[in-house]
């Protein structure tokens, strides 16, 4: 058990719709990312947040947004859905950042998200 | 997106069997890591690498980090059934300072045969 909790597990919804994806990172972990997973592209970065900031952006869409709250908890918001946005969504975190360490990253167990 | 070269794409082995599989890029990483996936789960760390010309061993698994700092390869001895999944290298592309990317290579699907 990495300690990153997603929810929901699965998701299915219709295209057009919107959904939110929950995270809740390690205890002591301020940095969350967030990856999308298809069978076609592998594992891409989408964005990053510590401490409740935006830090790093990577290929997300702009139907696509996120957010960390005070308790470091994080949602990703995901609209107007399309079929290919169906994947497997990963929450990781990370402890505090060093300037000249990079702590791994510490990966839940997804949410399936099927788009009909 | 931006993804690392990994190789090779699949491997199919006898238990027993060692495996190497590699990653190279033509960016410079300061930072390598190793997951391995398993169905219906998100990605496992395995070793992490800090240094160029670093070895680490973890158990039976031993990776290195390039000297150049454009490839880090993974080794598995004596491979076990258990071994089977996705084998994941990913490099951050540059020191933490709460800002950095985990860039993901293509991945090697492992399977043994006992």
């Known amino acids: 058990d990495s300690g990153v909790t997603q929810t929901p597990k699965h998701l299915i919804t219709a295209t057009g719709q919107r959904v939110t994806l929950r995270c809740s990172p390690r205890?002591?972990?301020?940095?969350v990312y967030w990856y999308q997973q298809s069978l076609d592209q592998g594992l891409q970065f989408l964005i990053q947040?510590?401490?409740?900031?935006?830090?790093a952006k990577g290929n997300i869409l702009e139907r696509f947004s996120a957010q960390q709250f005070p308790d470091l908890h994080s949602e990703l918001n995901l609209s107007s859905l399309e079929l290919g946005d169906s994947a497997l969504y990963f929450c990781?975190?990370?402890?505090?950042?060093?300037?000249?360490?990079?702590?791994?990253?510490?990966f839940g167990n997804g949410t399936r998200l099927t788009v009909t | 997106g931006q993804q690392l070269n990994q190789s090779p794409q699949s491997m199919f082995i006898q238990e027993g069997e060692d495996v190497s599989m590699n990653c190279t890029s033509s960016?410079?990483?300061?930072?390598w890591l190793w997951y391995k996936q398993d169905p219906g789960e998100g990605p496992v760390l395995l070793i992490a690498?800090?240094?160029?010309?670093e070895l680490t061993s973890n158990g039976r698994l031993t990776a290195q980090f390039g000297i150049t700092r454009k490839d880090s390869f993974l080794n598995i001895s004596a491979s076990i059934p258990s071994d089977v999944g996705i084998y994941f290298c990913?490099?951050?592309?540059?020191?933490?300072?709460?800002?950095?990317?985990?860039?993901f290579g293509t991945g090697t699907l492992l399977a043994v045969q006992p």
């Open positions: 990781a975190s990370s402890p505090r950042q060093e300037r000249s360490f990079n702590s791994p990253l510490h």
């Open positions: 690498l800090y240094k160029a010309g």
């Open positions: 990913a490099g951050f592309l540059n020191y933490g300072g709460a800002t950095n990317k985990l860039i």
């Open positions: 960016s410079i990483f300061n930072t």
């Open positions: 947040y510590y401490n409740g900031e935006e830090r």
């Open positions: 205890s002591g972990d301020l940095s």
